[in-house]
Structures are given as structure tokens and as C-alpha cells.
Nanobody, 121 residues
Framework: QVQLVESGGGLVQAGGSLKLACAAS????????MGWFRQAPGKEREFVAA????????TYEDSVKGRFTISRDNAKNTLYLQMNSLKPEDTAVYYC??????????????WGQGTQVTVSS
């Protein structure tokens, strides 16, 4: 069974950058699409970005396009989210998730525990 562990969250000023990482255990990581989601206090969890199994295709939520970049290193079983030009509204707990198919879809089976990102104004 794959386990996901996020890291890299923290407190940053508006306009700053953070890079999140999601380390996956298990040999199936490279076979499946991956995604990042976030949940702000009092709000539902929302999609942020996703990447196909080989990294060739990506998709982003509109509010993060041009600021966030999702990537993966299958040799290291690690998913990344580079976040630039951060805004206070990006404050949330960020979760990585493992899809259940190679290409990007809305189906995710395994979730990490989350990492807090706080952007101060």
C-alpha cells in the first residue's frame, strides 16, 4: 500500500515562494497520476494541480496558473509543487494524492496527511 508524506510547508510573506514535496513509498508511484489539493479553514477541499504518470501532462486550477508548477521525479518517488508569488488566499493545508489511473482524472485513492502553508500579508 502506498503511503504519502508531504513536507515543505511553512509561513511566508505575500509574494514569496515555497516548494512542497510529497514522498511516496511503494513501487506503484510511477504508474499513476498525482495531484495537489488544498483546504482552507471553513472551506471545502479544492483541486490545485495534477500531473500524469510520466509528467508529460499537467493541469491547474485557474487561480494558481502561472504561479504554481507541479512536477514529479519518478526515480525518487517524489511529487513537487513549486509555489511562487504567494498570496494570503493561498493559505491552506495542502495535500498530495495518488490517482488510480495513469492519466489525469478526478479519481484519487490515497492521500497524505497534509502540510500547512500560511501566507501573511
Amino acid at each position: 500500500q502506498v503511503q504519502l508524506v508531504e513536507s515543505g510547508g511553512g509561513l511566508v510573506q505575500a509574494g514569496g515562494s515555497l516548494k512542497l514535496a510529497c514522498a511516496a513509498s511503494g513501487h506503484t508511484f510511477r504508474n499513476y497520476a498525482m495531484g495537489w489539493f488544498r483546504q482552507a479553514p471553513g472551506k471545502e477541499r479544492e483541486f490545485v494541480a495534477a500531473i500524469s504518470y510520466g509528467g508529460g501532462r499537467t493541469t491547474y486550477e485557474d487561480s494558481v496558473k502561472g504561479r504554481f508548477t507541479i512536477s514529479r521525479d519518478n526515480a525518487k518517488n517524489t511529487l513537487y509543487l513549486q509555489m511562487n508569488s504567494l498570496k494570503p488566499e493561498d493559505t491552506a493545508v495542502y495535500y498530495c494524492a495518488l490517482g488510480n489511473r495513469a492519466w489525469i482524472s478526478d479519481q484519487y485513492d490515497t492521500w497524505g496527511q497534509g502540510t500547512q502553508v500560511t501566507v501573511s500579508s
